[in-house]
């Protein structure tokens, strides 16, 4: 069943490979955000019917971190499903991600079936 997902991340390039392997497994993706400032600033406009299922979001990111976006969208859109992405994956960035409610974490760089399985177990 196709998702409604949202992407958070500073990197172009991830942002790009994210919509491709996303919209060629049949997912809507309902906006693209470069900072989770921006990524605020969006969800808030959405209309209800556009609300994310998921929101894939990077750990590291300028203006406001992963896991701070993580808990100020989760007020915005309390059913959205969490994806964390880092080339950082430490013990304590998986302890915050699973502590923070985090429902999958992929670490970059990563392939396609990766993001694939971590969206269809959600």
Known sequence: ??????IVDDADF?????????EDAGHVIVGVAFNGEHALELIRNLPPSSMP????????MPKLGGMETIEEI??????AKFVLI?????RAVVQ????????AFIVKPFDPQTVLDAIANL
């Open 96 to 103: 915050m991600a699973k502590k923070a409610g985090v429902y």
């Open 14 to 22: 991830i942002v790009d490979m994210l919509r491709l392997i996303l």
């Open 53 to 60: 299922d998921i929101v894939t979001v990077d750990f590291y």
């Open 86 to 90: 880092s080339s950082h994956a430490t």
């Open 74 to 79: 989760r007020s915005l859109a309390p059913g």
């Open 1 to 6: 069943m196709p998702k409604k997902i949202f």
